[in-house]
């Protein structure tokens, strides 16, 4: 039973346009969403949150959005650049009783920026 | 700071041998995880630490052995080294209440044949 779900495994993108991430999870006791990005050969690194109490957080070129009626959260990138190319994966975690240490992770998207 | 590092990077093990892949962290963080990532299954969670002496079950825990006798290192054994094994397996470390989420190692790929 997957919990959070990723459904396109994979997404290409002119450089300067929108990238738009989609990611959703069918557990309601998850408050708190993260994005990941991971290159080949690195691990994991941390690209933006948000908690259920926001719909958005911006970062940056980033911006997290998200709709808790539809479970569903998004993640854009404006504009895009070809560094930004990686598998970027969503995890999702409920920290209501200190639980945050466990993250459920998405199957990830492969972002392609083309120059 | 070194952050999360793990050793070795890469591993060739023969079915049924054991090994320990090593991670040590000099963040102070309570929390330390493992994970596994396989071709189109994201990360999976193998075993999880809430601070020294404290360990609990994943997701896919079996065939794993974790332990944590000091704040540092969390080490995973595996005890039979079977082919499912294969896998690249990342070890990350996190402050209770962390708002920022998980620091990740660099991944160690494993390979039992």
């Known amino acids: 039973d997957q919990q959070v779900k990723q459904n396109s495994p994979s997404l290409s993108v002119q450089e300067g346009r929108i990238s738009i991430l989609n990611c959703d999870y069918t557990n309601s006791m998850f408050d708190y969403f993260l994005w990941y990005k991971k290159y080949p050969a690195e691990g994991p690194t941390f690209l933006i949150s948000?908690?259920?109490?926001?719909d958005k957080n911006e970062d940056g070129r980033f911006t997290v959005f998200l709709n808790k009626s539809a479970k569903h959260l998004s993640l854009h990138i404006v504009p895009s650049q070809p560094g930004d190319s990686a598998v970027y994966f969503c995890?999702?975690?409920?920290?209501?009783?200190?639980?945050?240490?466990?993250?459920?992770f998405g199957k990830g998207t492969l972002l392609t920026v083309n120059p | 700071n070194a952050g999360v590092t793990q050793t070795p990077k890469f591993q060739v093990l023969k079915t049924g041998q054991s090994m320990t892949l090593q991670c040590a962290q000099d963040m102070n963080h309570e929390y330390m995880s493992w994970y596994r990532q396989d071709p189109g299954m994201g990360l999976r969670l193998i075993h999880y630490?809430?601070?020294?002496?404290?360990?609990d079950q994943g997701e896919v825990p079996n065939g794993y052995n974790v332990s944590r006798s000091t704040t540092e290192d969390f080490p995973l054994r595996l005890l039979s080294a079977a082919p499912s094994q294969t896998s690249v397996y990342f070890c990350?470390?996190?402050?209770?209440?962390?708002?920022?989420?998980?620091?990740f190692g660099s991944g160690t790929r494993l390979t039992v044949v």
């Open positions: 990350a470390s996190s402050y209770r209440g962390d708002r920022v989420g998980y620091t």
């Open positions: 995890a999702a975690t409920s920290r209501g009783g200190g639980s945050n240490y466990k993250l459920t």
């Open positions: 948000i908690s259920s109490i926001k």
């Open positions: 630490s809430v601070g020294a002496g404290i360990t």
